[in-house]
């Protein structure tokens, strides 16, 4: 893979459901325009505090003894966090504990993927189709359906996949320039037939008029905000198929991601240049994009709210390629330390039937560069299937909710709690062959405290109760408020006990 695929990879799943959807979460639950701006800035650079900590420890580890010496060396390699979690909670001087291998083996195999994007794609074809809100069982239906499709394009053909990826990723961002455009078209007073401008949102006493914003509401908000800039992990995933990744991540991982929050914010600006910020439409569907196309052409033109529902789920589904090709990955890595069943054929990779065909009726065979994990993209499959099934009782929307702040809690931050505490625990134990990390910038401890406070925030402020106001009450997502959290952190002890043998 190179510099291009790469930079795609982190596009194509920041760029899913999230900058569409959460815009509106989070102008109720900060309560101003100039509050959810702000929270989008704060995400943003968490985020990046984040990367840099991927940087400094997926340049740097695992550390294998190699060469004639035997001498511990950086031996780069797939599988992100999975590899700093066994390096960094261990005995020193002895091989990674099961247990460790086991609390983050299970907890991936099981809540890393996207369910609730597959439920949101499937939401926004039926929108398309003129249905709102969505019936649930075509939902469901069309949910397991793109996830079978993502599934079985990275088994025949892992090129396919990839250039997909990367076509999805220009695709994406043309689509999140244009709304900008349009928003700011607005703003200069140009008419597409919509209602008149809203810029009255960035007026010195609207912007930050007193609203909800109560700490409850204020962290939700900020947890979706980082599930929407999750995606500077999925490089690290898949980290020996990148050509030279010690000189490409640097470059353009941050690079990519400083275009990712500059463009997420001028989105976000467009979108209150033409929405004001009490707009009622906003309370009833939460979904910023089409509210603003409503606003844009006018909110009788059900073709172009239709045609964006549409573009949405487009977009979505080249999230779910994505992630379907990463995370197959890290289960293939995960397998190869024996702690599931059939450990071997969850690890073994095979040839695709497309380097098959071409082998055989081309003379072109490839067989090192065109392997997939079968296996493991069926366990990605079936698991990403139970958490549709298991949400299947809730309204779509609600599961959406439920899934996606899940996913967020435990993958983004429970995990990058324990990732970046790690880093700090390396910078300042001397004795743990830390001395020459591969990318170590200036002030690189500061990095990972920033993120580390930042996930702790989230992870004890998502049990305080929201007001009765909040769009994340009870009400608004027919499940108690303690929830989601509680069985977020329920997560690491399913691990736990799989390693008991309980």
Same mark, same amino acid.
């Given at each position: 893979?190179?510099?291009?695929?790469?930079?795609?990879?982190?596009?194509?799943?920041?760029?899913?459901?999230?900058?569409?959807?959460?815009?509106?979460?989070?102008?109720?639950?900060?309560?101003?325009?100039?509050?959810?701006?702000?929270?989008?800035?704060?995400?943003?650079?968490?985020?990046?505090?984040?990367?840099?900590?991927?940087?400094?420890?997926?340049?740097?580890?695992?550390?294998?003894?190699?060469?004639?010496?035997?001498?511990?060396?950086?031996?780069?390699?797939?599988?992100?966090?999975?590899?700093?979690?066994?390096?960094?909670?261990?005995?020193?001087?002895?091989?990674?504990?099961?247990?460790?291998?086991?609390?983050?083996?299970?907890?991936?195999?099981?809540?890393?993927?996207?369910?609730?994007?597959?439920?949101?794609?499937?939401?926004?074809?039926?929108?398309?189709?003129?249905?709102?809100?969505?019936?649930?069982?075509?939902?469901?239906?069309?949910?397991?359906?793109?996830?079978?499709?993502?599934?079985?394009?990275?088994?025949?053909?892992?090129?396919?996949?990839?250039?997909?990826?990367?076509?999805?990723?220009?695709?994406?961002?043309?689509?999140?320039?244009?709304?900008?455009?349009?928003?700011?078209?607005?703003?200069?007073?140009?008419?597409?037939?919509?209602?008149?401008?809203?810029?009255?949102?960035?007026?010195?006493?609207?912007?930050?008029?007193?609203?909800?914003?109560?700490?409850?509401?204020?962290?939700?908000?900020?947890?979706?905000?980082?599930?929407?800039?999750?995606?500077?992990?999925?490089?690290?995933?898949?980290?020996?198929?990148?050509?030279?990744?010690?000189?490409?991540?640097?470059?353009?991982?941050?690079?990519?991601?400083?275009?990712?929050? $500059?463009?997420? =914010?001028?989105?976000?600006? #467009? +979108?209150?240049?033409? *929405?004001?910020?009490?707009?009622?439409?906003? /309370? @009833?569907?939460?979904?910023?994009?089409?509210?603003?196309?409503?606003?844009?052409?006018?909110?009788?033109?059900?073709?172009?709210?239709?045609?964006?529902?549409?573009?949405?789920?487009?977009?979505?589904?080249?999230?779910?390629?994505?992630?379907?090709?990463?995370?197959?990955?890290?289960?293939?890595?995960?397998?190869?330390?024996?702690?599931?069943?059939?450990?071997?054929?969850?690890?073994?990779?095979?040839?695709?039937?497309?380097?098959?065909?071409?082998?055989?009726?081309?003379?072109?065979?490839?067989?090192?560069?065109?392997?997939?994990?079968?296996?493991?993209?069926?366990?990605?499959?079936?698991?990403?299937?139970?958490?549709?099934?298991? $949400?299947?009782? =809730?309204?779509?929307?609600? #599961? +959406?909710?439920?899934? *996606?702040?899940?996913?967020?809690?435990?993958? /983004? @931050?429970?995990?990058?709690?324990?990732?970046?505490?790690?880093?700090?625990?390396?910078?300042?134990?001397?004795?743990?062959?830390?001395?020459?990390?591969?990318?170590?910038?200036?002030?690189?401890?500061?990095?990972?405290?920033?993120?580390?406070?930042?996930?702790?925030?989230?992870?004890?402020?998502?049990?305080?109760?929201?007001?009765?106001?909040?769009?994340?009450?009870?009400?608004?997502?027919?499940?108690?408020?303690?929830?989601?959290?509680?069985?977020?952190?329920?997560?690491?002890?399913?691990?736990?006990?799989?390693?008991?043998?309980?």
């Amino acid at each position: 893979l190179g510099p291009t695929t790469v930079v795609c990879l982190i596009l194509n799943r920041t760029i899913g459901s999230g900058i569409f959807v959460t815009p509106a979460l989070v102008l109720h639950g900060m309560g101003s325009v100039g509050g959810s701006l702000l929270l989008w800035v704060f995400g943003g650079l968490i985020s990046t505090c984040g990367l840099m900590v991927w940087l400094q420890l997926g340049l740097s580890l695992p550390l294998l003894p190699t060469g004639n010496d035997k001498m511990l060396r950086a031996v780069p390699r797939s599988g992100g966090e999975k590899n700093y979690l066994e390096f960094i909670y261990r005995k020193e001087r002895d091989e990674p504990k099961l247990l460790v291998k086991s609390m983050y083996g299970i907890a991936f195999a099981l809540i890393g993927n996207l369910s609730g994007n597959a439920i949101s794609f499937g939401i926004f074809v039926m929108n398309a189709a003129g249905y709102s809100p969505a019936p649930k069982g075509p939902v469901i239906g069309l949910a397991i359906g793109i996830l079978a499709f993502t599934v079985l394009l990275h088994m025949v053909s892992r090129r396919a996949g990839l250039f997909l990826n990367n076509v999805f990723a220009l695709l994406k961002v043309t689509l999140l320039v244009a709304i900008i455009v349009l928003g700011f078209l607005k703003a200069g007073g140009v008419s597409l037939g919509g209602k008149p401008k809203a810029t009255s949102n960035f007026d010195a006493n609207e912007s930050f008029r007193p609203g909800a914003g109560e700490v409850p509401s204020v962290t939700n908000s900020l947890v979706y905000v980082v599930y929407a800039f999750a995606g500077f992990e999925q490089p690290f995933y898949v980290l020996t198929e990148v050509r030279t990744p010690r000189k490409i991540f640097p470059r353009y991982t941050l690079r990519t991601m400083a275009f990712v929050i $500059t463009l997420f =914010l001028l989105v976000n600006v #467009a +979108y209150f240049c033409a *929405v004001p910020r009490d707009t009622p439409a906003l /309370n @009833i569907q939460r979904n910023m994009a089409i509210v603003f196309f409503g606003h844009v052409f006018g909110d009788d033109n059900e073709a172009a709210k239709r045609v964006m529902a549409a573009i949405i789920a487009v977009s979505i589904s080249g999230n779910l390629l994505v992630m379907t090709y990463t995370a197959s990955r890290v289960k293939q890595e995960i397998a190869k330390e024996g702690i599931l069943p059939w450990s071997l054929t969850f690890a073994t990779s095979h040839r695709t039937p497309w380097a098959w065909w071409k082998g055989r009726h081309l003379a072109e065979d490839d067989p090192t560069l065109e392997q997939s994990p079968m296996a493991a993209l069926v366990l990605h499959f079936f698991t990403s299937t139970l958490l549709v099934a298991l $949400t299947a009782m =809730l309204e779509p929307s609600s #599961a +959406y909710s439920v899934l *996606v702040t899940l996913y967020s809690y435990v993958i /983004n @931050i429970l995990i990058g709690f324990f990732t970046s505490l790690g880093l700090l625990y390396l910078k300042f134990k001397r004795n743990r062959n830390w001395s020459n990390p591969n990318f170590n910038p200036p002030f690189g401890w500061a990095y990972a405290l920033v993120y580390c406070l930042a996930c702790a925030f989230m992870l004890v402020a998502a049990f305080v109760p929201p007001s009765d106001g909040s769009p994340y009450t009870n009400a608004a997502i027919k499940l108690p408020w303690y929830v989601v959290p509680a069985i977020g952190l329920s997560v690491p002890f399913w691990g736990i006990a799989w390693y008991l043998g309980l």
